[in-house]
T-cell receptor, first 118, second 112 residues
Framework: AQTVTQSQPEMSVQEAETVTLSCTYD???????LFWYKQPPSRQMILVIR????KQQNATENRFSVNFQKAAKSFSLKISDSQLGDAAMYFC???????????????WGLGTSLAVNP | NAGVTQTPKFQVLKTGQSMTLQCAQD?????MYWYRQDPGMGLRLIYYSASEGTTDKGEVPNGYNVSRLNKREFSLRLESAAPSQTSVYFC???????????FGSGTRLTVV
């Protein structure tokens, strides 16, 4: 069964600095998707960035970028120029391209709580 | 704005009471999901519906039932609430094969 591991329950970063959140996953599939979601104190779950496994190029979204290492099954999130509004819980998630029965469930890590210090 | 609408946002129940959490999406998504979120346990799937007319159990279905009323709506029912069901509940939907979930804003449920 697929699993997603986030080894850092808590992280902190100084405002304007860069921080990297780690995520590893276990799968025997060759084609899949990976996601980072952000959950601020408002509780809303927000998609930050996604990566298709067949693409070698790392995804970027403004200050957010990933380091996708397929062979190592690693998918880390880098936040550059950290802002106070980046303080949140960050979840890594994995999905097969298509599951049996056409369901597309995400497999979730337990999250990393990021604090941003002024 | 298009998205997933989840109601109510907060609810307090007494043990043994029943209630239904409502979820509707206007993005024409096929798949819909119900999760619960508890501290230190991440997101756990309760039930999901891969398409209109189908529902399946997730990791923690005991004590819950669901109805996929139509393509837009997917409700979660607690028939006899228990304190162990105190949690934050999220509804989500998924569209095309390339996408992740779009989430509702969550329901904080307390069972006393």
């Amino acid at each position: 069964a697929q699993t997603v591991t986030q080894s850092q329950p808590e992280m902190s970063v100084q405002e304007a600095e860069t921080v990297t959140l780690s995520c590893t996953y276990d799968t025997s599939e060759s084609d899949y998707y990976l996601f980072w979601y952000k959950q601020p104190p408002s509780r809303q779950m927000i998609l930050v960035i996604r990566q298709e496994a067949y693409k070698q190029q790392n995804a970027t979204e403004n200050r957010f970028s990933v380091n996708f290492q397929k062979a190592a099954k690693s998918f880390s999130l880098k936040i550059s120029d950290s802002q106070l509004g980046d303080a949140a819980m960050y979840f890594c998630a994995y999905r097969k391209v298509v599951n049996a029965g056409n369901n597309r469930k995400l497999i979730w890590g337990l999250g990393t709580s990021l604090a941003v210090n002024p | 704005n298009a998205g997933v609408t989840q109601t109510p946002k907060f609810q307090v129940l007494k043990t043994g009471q029943s209630m239904t959490l409502q979820c509707a999406q206007d993005m024409n998504h096929n798949s819909m999901y119900w999760y619960r979120q508890d501290p230190g346990m991440g997101l756990r799937l309760i039930y999901y519906s891969a398409s209109e007319g189908t529902t399946d159990k997730g990791e923690v279905p005991n004590g819950y039932n669901v109805s996929r009323l139509n393509k837009r709506e997917f409700s979660l029912r607690l028939e006899s609430a228990a304190p162990s069901q105190t949690s934050v509940y999220f509804c989500a939907s998924m569209g095309g094969r390339d996408y992740g979930y779009t989430f509702g804003s969550g329901t904080r449920l307390t069972v006393v």
